[in-house]
């Protein structure tokens, strides 16, 4: 007496199928079923294996595979010092009426509060200029009656991506140059010592 296989279908609880590709096709799975590392491609990290302690998952500089990467140090906070970090110091001259944007930088760190620094001259009648943050004034008016420069220097908030910028205007002329953020970075250290008592 002969034994007659029955090959289950997907609704009765099998695969409706006798090989494993059949199968695979059956249950509706791609061929990432019999990937052993899933590529990127398909969803997967490309990896093999998981990265050290505190790593993180980064793109790589060519931008071509995920990598372990182990972070570097990021400052935690800013503190206004004599320590220069960007600077604008070309001079720029004008006779604008009103306060005009003549100089600008970026600041790409954590929020913290920063020294700004910058000279101004007024060569005929008088020349202001004033610290703005985002276009908006948040510094002190200054103002100069001589063609010699005069250096000033105030302290403000920022945050990250605001603008710090210097605005001028004169009854006369103007010139401003020497225009530069500075500031000190601090860094929290975290201990890795466990203690089990």
Do not use: H
């Amino acid at each position: 007496m002969s034994t007659v296989k029955t090959i289950a279908s997907v609704p009765q609880g099998g695969t409706g199928a006798e090989s494993q590709a059949d199968a695979r096709t059956g249950l509706g799975l791609g061929s990432v079923a019999t990937e052993s590392t899933v590529p990127v491609s398909k969803g997967g990290t490309g990896l093999t294996a998981v990265g050290t302690g505190l790593q993180v998952l980064r793109t790589n500089s060519g931008a071509t595979a995920l990598e372990w990467s182990t972070p570097s140090t990021v400052a935690t906070s800013i503190v206004a010092s004599a320590t220069s970090r960007a600077a604008a110091n070309t001079a720029r001259t004008g006779a604008e009426a009103t306060p005009t944007l003549k100089k600008s930088i970026q600041y790409k760190e954590v929020a913290g509060t920063i020294r700004v620094y910058f000279s101004l001259a007024g060569p005929t009648g008088t020349g202001y200029g004033r610290i703005y943050k985002n276009g908006s004034p948040v510094g002190t008016q200054r103002s100069s009656t001589s063609g010699a420069y005069t250096e000033y220097t105030e302290d403000i908030s920022v945050a990250y991506d605001d603008y710090v910028q210097i605005y001028a205007w004169a009854s006369g002329t103007y010139g401003v140059q020497n225009f530069s953020i500075r500031y000190d970075k601090q860094f929290d250290v975290t201990s890795s010592t466990v203690i089990t008592d």
